[in-house]
């Protein structure tokens, strides 16, 4: 795999990075807060949109209060 590339954890297909890593742990950050980098996985855009922008927030606020 090329460094500009990723592979989903999801759908495990095999994508070039649409974004730079700072830009997506920044967004990562805004849904969920700090994740431990053993516990972090990268999806694409198709298997994280199949969820609505209310269902994410839900997810990110729920695993921040969990902590």
Known sequence: MEENEYRCASCRNIYEKGWSDKE???EMQEIWGEVPEQQRAVICDDCFNRRT???IK???D???NSK
């Open 58 to 60: 839900s997810m990110g």
């Open 62 to 64: 729920e695993y921040k």
């Open 24 to 26: 997506a742990r920044k």
């Open 53 to 55: 922008p209310q269902e």
